[in-house]
T-cell receptor
Framework: AQSVTQLGSHVSVSEGALVLLRCNYSSSVPPYLFWYVQYPNQGLQLLLKYTSAATLVKGINGFEAEFKKSETSFHLTKPSAHMSDAAEYFCAVSEIGGSYKLIFGSGTRLLVRP | DADVTQTPRNRITKTGKRIMLECSQTKGHDRMYWYRQDPGLGLRLIYYSFDVKDINKGEISDGYSVSRQAQAKFSLSLESAIPNQTALYFC??????????????FGPGTRLTVL
């Protein structure tokens, strides 16, 4: 069965510092991969998704993620953190040609220090 | 107006009560989903529906039922609520695309507390 592992339930960075949120998937076939963000008291919204067209995917708000098949990873990065980036981030996977269900990781809460 | 709405936004109930959570969408999407979110566990799929006549169980459907009244409406029921069903519940929708590329759009969530 598909699974997604997000390392670190909490990540704290200073404003202006690099943001790195880790995601690893388990699948014998590279799946579709997604990053969603949840701001306080809101639902989830899509940041970006990997669809096999390009390994480096750019999303909204300056975030990007790189698909690395050899490492089964899809880590999310942003060069310079902003206070407004404080939120919970979820990595999710969907099987190509499968049931279209999303399997979510447990989430990483990003804290941004002034 | 929000594309995906959920009612109620907050609900406190007692063990054994029947509860219905409602979801409506104006996006015209065929697919609708119900998830629950628990701290440290991420989101887990309860039920999903690809059209009005197609309803499927997710990974944690026990204790829940759903009804797809129309393309735009998808309700989740807890027949006899128990305390470990205390959670944040999300409805989501997606349009039909090929092979798992759906982007899901989420409602604002319903916070349910079962005493």
């Amino acid at each position: 069965a598909q699974s997604v592992t997000q390392l670190g339930s909490h990540v704290s960075v200073s404003e202006g510092a690099l943001v790195l949120l880790r995601c690893n998937y388990s699948s014998s076939v590279p799946p579709y991969l997604f990053w969603y963000v949840q701001y306080p008291n809101q639902g989830l919204q899509l940041l970006l998704k990997y669809t096999s067209a390009a390994t480096l995917v750019k999303g909204i708000n300056g975030f990007e993620a790189e698909f690395k098949k050899s490492e089964t990873s899809f880590h999310l990065t942003k060069p310079s953190a902003h206070m407004s980036d404080a939120a919970e981030y979820f990595c999710a996977v969907s099987e190509i040609g499968g049931s279209y269900k999303l399997i979510f990781g447990s989430g990483t809460r990003l804290l941004v220090r002034p | 107006d929000a594309d995906v709405t959920q009612t109620p936004r907050n609900r406190i109930t007692k063990t054994g009560k029947r509860i219905m959570l409602e979801c409506s969408q104006t996006k015209g999407h065929d697919r609708m989903y119900w998830y629950r979110q628990d701290p440290g566990l991420g989101l887990r799929l309860i039920y999903y529906s690809f059209d009005v006549k197609d309803i499927n169980k997710g990974e944690i459907s026990d204790g829940y039922s759903v009804s797809r009244q129309a393309q735009a409406k998808f309700s989740l029921s807890l027949e006899s609520a128990i305390p470990n069903q205390t959670a944040l519940y999300f409805c989501a929708t997606s349009d039909r695309t090929s092979g798992g590329l759906d982007t899901q759009y989420f409602g604002p969530g319903t916070r349910l507390t079962v005493l």
